[in-house]
Structures are given as C-alpha cells and as structure tokens.
C-alpha cells in the first residue's frame, strides 16, 4: 500500500484503494466524507468492464488481457484504475502526470517516451483530444496577432530612430544658424 500512501498525499486526491485481479476494491482509504457507495459502485463498474473485455478477448483475435489500467472521467472528478490500485480524484485539483507516473500507467512513467507524447496519450485519456485542435488555432491566431505587433514596434523605434536623426540634424543647423547671426552682428 506504499504506493497508495504516496498516491493518497497528494492535491486533488479523495480516496484510495487495493484492487483484486477483477478490479474489485477489497481495501480503501478517503480523505473527508466518501460515500461507501461510490467505492462499491466503482468497484463494480470496473468489475464488469473487466469482464466484458476478459469475454471478448476469448471471442475475438485480438488480446486484451491482462488488464492494465481504465480511466473514467466525469463531471469534476476522474477514478484511475491500473493493476491493482484505485485512485479517485477532483480533477481541477489533481497533477495527472504525477499521478498516472507513480501508477505507472503505460504510457506514462518509466515506459513514457518522449515528453509531447505524455501530453497526447493524457489529452486522449481525459478525452480532451478534440480540445487540442481548438487550442492550437488559437496559440496559432495568438501568435500571429503577436507577430503583427511586434512587426509594428520594430517600424515604431525605426521612425523614432529616424526622428532623433532629423532632430540631431535640427539643432546642428540651429546652432550654425546661431553662430552665423553671432557673427553678423
């Protein structure tokens, strides 16, 4: 349960919990009040999806067994189900990463690799994928805006520089002006 204490630790975090080969919950812990009902009605959700895929892969060509990790996410919160540990948590308040690392979800931790990777494998899992296109058109029209003013100031300190070299010029003309009337007089 070491991995859980850690888990439990951190911001974001309402409860913990052990898991059996089926994803059903034999042991938890919570922070504050945490109605017992969720914790049953988690471990069945994940028992029965569990299930349904152990069926499947006994059905289909494809493997889908042995489970590794599910994540649901809904409203304001996300439970995080991987090998035999269950962590539920407020998802505004939670570091993902952090948590998704120490359960070393794949994709995540000591099998991650490379760090765009992490934010797209994390965009997918919190199905926020479509997010990202949305995001990038702004960073994009952001810095397109960003460039047109910075293009504009480069012209701004240009006609400054071009202004200090005709005021230069000014008073150097006003000063032989000055000297030519000192000397007509």
């Known amino acids: 349960m070491a991995q859980l204490e850690e888990l439990f630790q951190l911001d974001g975090v309402t409860a913990v919990g052990k898991l059996d080969d089926m994803g059903r919950v034999f042991d938890w812990k919570a922070k504050g009040v945490v109605d017992p009902e ?55 308040k939670a570091n993902m990463w952090d948590i998704l690392k120490i359960l070393d979800v794949p994709g995540f931790g000591s099998n991650m690799v490379g760090e765009a990777g992490k934010w797209e494998y994390l965009l997918k899992l919190l199905s926020l994928d ?34 200090e070299a005709m005021l230069a010029e000014a008073q150097n003309g006003q000063s032989l002006a000055e000297k030519a009337l000192a000397e007509a007089e």
């Open 130 to 163: 479509s997010v990202k296109e949305i995001v990038l058109e702004q960073i994009k029209s952001d810095k397109s805006l960003l460039e047109r003013k910075k293009n504009q100031l480069e012209g701004a300190l240009a006609e400054i520089g071009d202004v």
């Open 38 to 92: 969720l914790i049953r009605e988690t471990s069945k959700g994940l028992e029965e999806m569990i299930s349904l895929f152990v069926q499947g892969a006994r059905e289909r060509p494809r493997n889908w067994t042995p489970w590794r990790s599910m994540t649901y996410s809904g409203g304001d919160m996300t439970a995080i189900a991987a090998g035999e540990n269950l962590v539920i948590v407020e998802t505004a």
